[in-house]
């Protein structure tokens, strides 16, 4: 009885405070075939916080992007611990520009992400991934990780077969440079980088204007575009559809239907893992974290309990 007290007593204050009281930087050393990288984290720690409520990891997309342009997730810092880091290759983490094409696999993800867990020490956590940190985080859930609680999907295909089909469809539907433009890739950065741009605005980011940290993660994208080039290859005939039985914890898929439904590239999630509750965000393209930010939120919030 007293402890419930206890509990009801920090809950009220963290509902009233709504404070985030630490934020904490630094580096996570990671241990990778004899070497040591270094990945940078951000935590953000709320001043107290219900003790039922698990930290949350999330993971960025890309791959080869930074973490900053899913930092709205913060807002969930109210209520819970939120890291964000850089994955490997790029941001604030170590730049591994001369590894031969070998050394790039998602196990190098999936053992940095352990790596993350294992520095903090969790007994229990929650897992948000966006896009290619979706996938990321479903890989990670398929191994039925102890310390994993609940997995949240956002915005993410259960194969690259599926997204091809999506992205050439809304291709399709821009002009024949812009097109051109997202064919050239990095061997042109600044074409590139503008076709990018147009594609995002009807089918990435439908917010005006984008916010700032989305393009703090294309400078950093475009500053070094190594994870992306050679992840590329090695994703192109991923997928997870045969092995999402495995996941066995309760799962949340967000999907957007703004401009483009992304409801063709989640469809295996929703058919294959057990636990799995799908909200749809209607004014939402692939970043509803921005586009229906409150919303967002308070559908993570409800689900992660
Ligand atoms: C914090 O938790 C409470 C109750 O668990 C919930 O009503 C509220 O929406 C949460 N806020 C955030 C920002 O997650
Ligand atoms: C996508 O939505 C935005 C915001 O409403 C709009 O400005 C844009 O024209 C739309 N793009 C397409 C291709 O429908
Ligand atoms: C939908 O998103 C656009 C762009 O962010 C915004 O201007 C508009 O108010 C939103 N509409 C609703 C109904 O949320
Ligand atoms: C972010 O990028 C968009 C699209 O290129 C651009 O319109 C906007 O001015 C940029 N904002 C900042 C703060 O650089
Ligand atoms: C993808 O292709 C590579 C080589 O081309 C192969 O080793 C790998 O098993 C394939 N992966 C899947 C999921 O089919």
Redesign the pocket.
Known sequence: MARHLVNLSL?LL??IT?AIAEVKTGYIPFEYQGSTYQTWYIAYTPEVH?PW?RPLVALHGGPGLSYNYMVSIQ??A???TVIFYDQIGNGKSTHLDTKPNSFWTVDLFLKELESVIDFFGFDSFDLLGHSWGGMLGAEHAVLRPQKLNKLVLSDSPAAMSLWVQLESQLLSTLPQDVQDGLMVGFSDPVRYRAALTTFFLSYGCTVQPWPAPLNTSFDALFANPTVSIKMGPILSNWTIVDRLKNINVPTLVLSGSRNVTENTIIKPYLDWIREVTHVEFQNSSHTPMWEERSLY??V???FL?
Request: charged residues 10%; without cysteine.
């Open positions: 809950y963290s509902f709504l219900p409520h807002d969930l109210s209520n819970r939120m308070s993570v919030s409800a309990g």
